[in-house]
């Protein structure tokens, strides 16, 4: 027990040892993008920041109704992660701030919570972004920023299929005027409910307003862009609802029929700190980290994108640690979880962005502007916003792609409908989380059965393949093909099971030269058979262990456990002398004398056997 004990720790410091000894990211960054500024350099980054503000100023109040967030969780958000991020991360590839993803997972986040109202879940937001930016630091220090790439495309599409139609169902009752509460119903039930006001729906004038901006955003996106047709639509709703309110104030009516962003963020005013509560942090703990999961996914993807278009070099562990420190900054400031926005990154590239300057000039335009008309933009529509939600929603599902997976395979299928469907009956991270375990099981399904050949002496004493089920003359040795992780144990244990079973078994040698992925669950395996094995007088030799797989058996003491002489390594300059040592140590063990070893390889299954198999003869 002690000496096992002793073995764990050695582990764990060595494993500190390495984790200390990664790479880290640089601090301020920032510091020497200043020593490549010139004039025509900020002049360049100061168009860009002005472009992509004019989009993330309108989109970054979207983005907060679609959270069912005051806009000015939004508008802080962008602000202050425009800002903050490229100092921490020196790069012009990303532009940080809300995005559609993000918003949709806070709003799982808020209803696992228990959060209805804008208020609750203003006040709930600073403990969850700062996890989450917690979450990311951790990633960034031990350079883990890659492991995004194991969560499948799949699951991704899925989860923003599910979580668009969430959203659509959130903000659908305020983009028609719909009296009462529907925070907690079904895309299906509030349509249902919709249809039951019949014509007072069509005397409802957030409905028309509505659907005035939504002609006007289709009218302007195509030759002016997103952005600007997202401002004009907004500014025609404006003004279309300060002219009839004005008309109707005329007719001696003091009533107003139009419901404004100022009527819902009056609470905004109030900045909520982080709680540290052990009930909100557990609770938050599986949120919190399916969002830094998330802000990995789309911040590595974009950077590398733009990073492909510009051709300037990207270090996706500094991004990550960038993001975290906005992250941090967003907490303590009421602001949205910044992530990386691909529409905002690209325009930032189009825009001509040199430097990191770009987005933090773009920071402090947003936070400048909101704090100059925010008086303005209380005057916005709260339907113009919703219905903008609503039609970036039903573009970000992205048809094509859902069509292109559903006819991929049963395997894709399976993973986006159980994920897609998780999504909708459970919360975001969950089902992020599910998709990703089934995607995985999928793959360990493919990996999970290793070849083993079994191979017998000859009357002769040469070696040749002995069918399954057929008795020993004393040594058995297996060839042993493909993946050992946890996986695949059951599938190895009952191979060695099979093989250790027969009475006339004296020496049991397992080749590992074609072995790959050997984990704890395997060694663990071959110590209690090592065990067994012994308790019967009976030996094992493990033979052909490459380093890597040296290093496991030494490491986890399974040399020792067996012996030094029954543990021989794969010698690269010779290839038949390990299993020639081998077989020499199992006819001493068994007590036989000389023998013709025939070397034998076994081929791959999906591979052609060879029209001979023998290799070189050894007289042992």
Request: glycine share 8%; net charge neutral.
């Amino acid at each position: 027990m002690l000496q096992g004990l002793t073995g764990l720790l050695q582990n764990l410091i060595r494993l500190l040892k390495k984790a200390v000894a990664l790479p880290r990211p640089a601090l301020f960054p920032i510091g020497r993008v200043a020593k490549e500024m010139d004039g025509p350099t900020v002049k360049a980054d100061l168009i860009a920041g002005l472009s992509v503000a004019l989009l993330a100023f309108p989109m970054s109040m979207a983005f907060a109704m679609k959270a069912g967030l005051p806009v000015w969780c939004g508008l802080v958000g962008c602000g202050v992660a425009a800002l903050v991020a490229p100092i921490f991360s020196g790069s012009a590839n990303l532009s940080a701030g809300p995005t559609n993803a993000s918003a949709a997972l806070l709003l799982g986040a808020f209803a696992t919570l228990g959060a209805i109202s804008p208020e609750q879940r203003a006040a709930a937001l600073p403990t969850l972004v700062l996890m989450a930016g917690i979450f990311l630091l951790l990633a960034s220090w031990l350079r883990l920023g890659g492991f995004a790439d194991f969560v499948p495309r799949t699951v991704i599409s899925a989860y923003i299929a599910a979580a668009a139609l969430r959203v659509i169902a959130l903000q659908l009752p305020t983009a028609l005027g719909m009296p009462g509460d529907h925070s907690g119903e079904s895309l299906f039930e509030v349509i249902w409910a919709a249809v039951k006001m019949g014509r007072h729906l069509l005397i409802n004038v957030d409905f028309y307003l509505a659907i005035v901006t939504g002609i006007t955003y289709f009218l302007l996106r195509k030759p002016y862009g997103a952005g600007k047709a997202i401002v004009g639509a907004i500014t025609v709703a404006t003004i279309g609802a300060a002219l009839g309110q004005s008309v109707i104030h005329n007719q001696g009516s003091h009533a107003d029929l139009v419901h404004y962003v100022g009527d819902a963020a009056r609470s905004a005013a109030v900045l909520h700190l982080p709680e540290f509560t052990a009930h909100t942090l557990s609770t938050l703990f599986s949120p919190a980290l399916a969002l830094a999961v998330l802000v990995i996914i789309e911040g590595t993807a974009n950077a590398r994108a733009s990073a492909l278009k510009t051709g300037r070099a990207s270090d996706l562990h500094q991004e990550v640690f960038g993001l975290g420190m906005a992250n941090l900054a967003c907490a303590f400031s009421g602001g949205m979880a910044a992530s990386g926005s691909i529409s905002r990154s690209a325009l930032n590239v189009a825009s001509g962005a040199r430097t990191a300057y770009a987005s933090l000039f773009c920071g402090l335009i947003i936070l400048g502007a909101g704090l100059l008309i925010s008086s303005w933009v209380a005057l916005v529509p709260l339907s113009c916003l919703a219905i903008l939600v609503i039609l970036a929603e039903i573009e970000l599902a992205n048809f094509a792609v859902i069509k292109l997976i559903l006819k991929s395979g049963a395997q894709d299928r399976t993973v986006f409908l159980a994920t897609f469907i998780t999504a909708l009956i459970a919360p975001l991270d969950v089902a992020i989380f599910f998709g990703t375990g089934i995607a995985v099981a999928f793959y360990l399904r493919k990996t999970s059965k290793p070849e083993v050949v079994e191979y017998d002496f000859s009357e002769a004493g040469e070696i040749k393949v002995r069918p399954k089920g057929q008795g020993t003359t004393g040594i058995s040795i297996l060839h042993v093909e493909g993946s050992l992780h946890f996986g695949a144990t059951q599938a190895f244990h009952e191979h060695l099971r099979r093989a250790s079973s027969d009475p006339n078994l004296k020496v049991m040698v397992v080749k590992f030269r074609e072995a790959i992925h050997l984990d704890a669950n395997g060694v663990l395996l071959l110590r209690d058979l090592s065990e067994t094995l012994k308790a019967a007088q009976r030996h094992l030799i493990l033979c052909e262990a490459k380093p890597e797989t040296m290093a496991i058996f030494q490491n986890a003491g399974l040399v020792e456990t067996i012996g030094v002489e029954n543990v021989i390594p794969w010698d690269e300059t010779n290839p038949t002398a390990a299993l020639a040592k081998a077989v020499r140590r199992a006819r001493e063990l068994a007590g036989g004398g000389e023998a013709v070893l025939h070397i034998v390889t076994a081929p791959h299954p999906e591979l052609p056997r060879p029209a001979s198999a023998t290799g070189e003869d050894w007289q042992i």
